[in-house]
């Protein structure tokens, strides 16, 4: 099955730096790759996605990329605002019904 | 008008109990699902349903049951509840049509149950 590994599980940074997460995953056929942000006591909410025949998507400050024949991607934050701080997590598709597996997750601090 | 919807927010309970939590999705999704969150916070996946197929993590427990009386809920049972099962629980649903390719899943708000 499916393993998605996400690193670190934990980062620091200062207002206005750039912030990196780095997930790999195992499954040559996964197709869908999302980034979830989840804010204290609420759920998952979707930042951005890429999809496997794309290397690269950017929205404003997020950024993800994609290697697929590294089976890695990664999504880049800059400029990082106090309110970037929160989990996040990677997922990648498994299986069908468009199953996702989760990473297990990045605590984003920005200090002001 | 939330997209995705459970009820109720928090449920507090004995061990050996049976306790439900409900799902609403108003997006017209074909696909739903439930995720369990551990105080880890690591996100598994529980169940995926359309109107095709169940599939189910071979994990879960089978005192976890998902019913769907209709395509827009999908509502978690679980039976004899035990300490373990103490998590946050969400739903969520997507456009996916039960093929290999991904879509966006949009969580609801969560459950927070308490076995006591």
């Known amino acids: 099955g499916e393993n998605v590994e996400q690193h670190p599980s934990t980062l620091s940074v200062q207002e206005g730096d750039s912030a990196v997460i780095k997930c790999t995953y195992s499954?040559?056929?996964?197709?869908?790759f999302p980034w979830y942000k989840q804010e204290l006591g609420k759920g998952p909410q979707l930042i951005i996605d890429?999809?496997?025949?794309?290397g690269e998507k950017k929205d404003q400050r997020i950024a993800v990329t994609l290697n697929k024949t590294a089976k890695h991607f990664s999504l880049h934050i800059t400029e990082t605002q106090p309110e970037d701080s929160a989990v996040y997590f990677c997922a990648a598709t498994w299986g069908s019904q468009g199953n996702l597996i989760f990473g297990k997750g990045t605590k984003l601090s920005v200090k002001p | 008008d939330t997209a995705v919807s459970q009820t109720p927010k928090y449920l507090v309970t004995q061990m050996g109990n049976d306790k439900s939590i409900k799902c609403e999705q108003n997006?017209?999704?074909?696909?739903m699902y439930w995720y369990k969150q551990d105080s880890k916070k690591f996100l598994k996946i529980m169940f995926s349903y359309n109107n095709k197929e169940l599939i189910i993590n071979e994990t879960v427990p089978n005192r976890f049951s998902p019913k769907s009386p209709d395509k827009a809920h999908l509502n978690l049972h679980i039976n004899s509840l035990e300490l373990g099962d103490s998590a946050v629980y969400f739903c969520?649903?997507?456009?996916?049509?039960?093929?290999?390719?991904?879509?966006?899943?949009?969580f609801g708000p969560g459950t927070r149950l308490l076995v006591l």
């Open positions: 969520a649903s997507s456009q996916a049509d039960g093929g290999l390719v991904g879509e966006t899943q949009y």
């Open positions: 499954d040559s056929a996964s197709n869908y």
């Open positions: 997006l017209g999704h074909d696909t």
């Open positions: 890429i999809r496997s025949n794309v």
